[in-house]
Nanobody, 120 residues
């Protein structure tokens, strides 16, 4: 069984930065891609960024391009999300996910989420 644990959330002022981490554990952790999603109050969960686990290629939602950077450390089975120039609309619970089946987030492994709050 794979477990994902997020950390690094918190409260920051608009314009500030945060770095989220997602550590994966499990006897035989393997994935094709990992990603970050977020869910704001009253809204549906939305895609933020993803990274191909082996190649390191990345993709971002338009709303975070140029501000957020996703990365991973394969030796530590850990993924990161560096968030800069944060805006109040970035406030949400951030979840990490690891694909079980290539090219789909259906039935992915999910973390428990970490709260990110941006004060204006």
């Amino acid at each position: 069984q794979v477990q994902l644990v997020e950390s690094g959330g918190g409260l920051v002022q608009a314009g500030g930065s945060l770095r989220l981490s997602c550590a994966a554990s499990g006897r035989t952790f393997s994935t094709s891609a990992m990603g970050w999603f977020r869910q704001a109050p009253g809204k549906e969960r939305e895609f933020v960024a993803a990274i191909n686990w082996s190649a390191g290629s990345t993709g971002y939602a338009d709303s975070v391009k140029g501000r957020f950077t996703i990365s991973r450390d394969k030796s530590k089975n850990t993924m990161y999300l560096q968030m800069n120039s944060l805006k109040p609309e970035d406030t949400a619970v951030y979840y990490c996910a690891a694909q079980r089946v290539r090219n789909t987030w259906s039935a992915a492994y999910w973390g428990q989420g970490t709260q990110v709050t941006i004060a204006s």
